[in-house]
T-cell receptor, first 114, second 113 residues
Framework: AQSVTQLGSHVSVSEGALVLLRCNYS??????LFWYVQYPNQGLQLLLK????ATLVKGINGFEAEFKKSETSFHLTKPSAHMSDAAEYFC????????????WGLGTSLAVNP | DADVTQTPRNRITKTGKRIMLECSQT?????MYWYRQDPGLGLRLIYY???????NKGEISDGYSVSRQAQAKFSLSLESAIPNQTALYFC????????????FGQGTRLTVV
């Protein structure tokens, strides 16, 4: 069965430091991969997605993620954390076909320290 | 206006009461979803609908029911609320295909006392 694993339920970085949020998936078919962000008291919004084009995907707010098929990973990075990046981040996977739903990771809470 | 609107945003209700959470979307998508979010458990799918005549149970549908009144409207009901249904509830909509983005409402924070 397909699944998504986010390593680390809580990540803390200093302002200006590299952000790395890890996501691994299990799948027997080519996946579509997504990162969503949830700011406090808000719904989820799309950060970026991989849909079989370029393996390095750039998203909003300076985030990017690289699809590595050999490692079944889609880790999210940002070179320099900002206080406004503090939020919950969710990785999700889906597959081709009209009946495919998103499969969600459990989320990673990112704290940014001054 | 928001793409996906949920009402109410916050609700406190008593055990045993019936409550309805409403969702409407302006994206023109056929697919709509109800999720529940609990700390440490991520998002869990309650029900989903791929069109007005199609309703499907998700992974945690017990104790919940839904109604798809129109393409744009999808409501979630708790027939007899219980305390462990206290959670943050999200409605979402998406287009067809696995590569399309899901658009979420702001959420409804439900407390059952």
């Amino acid at each position: 069965a397909q699944s998504v694993t986010q390593l680390g339920s809580h990540v803390s970085v200093s302002e200006g430091a590299l952000v790395l949020l890890r996501c691994n998936y299990s799948s027997s078919v080519p996946p579509y991969l997504f990162w969503y962000v949830q700011y406090p008291n808000q719904g989820l919004q799309l950060l970026l997605k991989y849909t079989s084009a370029a393996t390095l995907v750039k998203g909003i707010n300076g985030f990017e993620a690289e699809f590595k098929k050999s490692e079944t990973s889609f880790h999210l990075t940002k070179p320099s954390a900002h206080m406004s990046d503090a939020a919950e981040y969710f990785c999700a996977v889906s597959y081709a076909g009209n009946n495919r739903k998103l499969i969600w990771g459990l989320g990673t809470s990112l704290a940014v320290n001054p | 206006d928001a793409d996906v609107t949920q009402t109410p945003r916050n609700r406190i209700t008593k055990t045993g009461k019936r409550i309805m959470l409403e969702c409407s979307q302006t994206k023109g998508h056929d697919r709509m979803y109800w999720y529940r979010q609990d700390p440490g458990l991520g998002l869990r799918l309650i029900y989903y609908s791929f069109d007005v005549k199609d309703i499907n149970k998700g992974e945690i549908s017990d104790g919940y029911s839904v109604s798809r009144q129109a393409q744009a409207k999808f409501s979630l009901s708790l027939e007899s609320a219980i305390p462990n249904q206290t959670a943050l509830y999200f409605c979402a909509t998406s287009g067809e295909g696995g590569n399309t983005e899901a658009f979420f409402g702001q959420g409804t924070r439900l407390t059952v006392v």
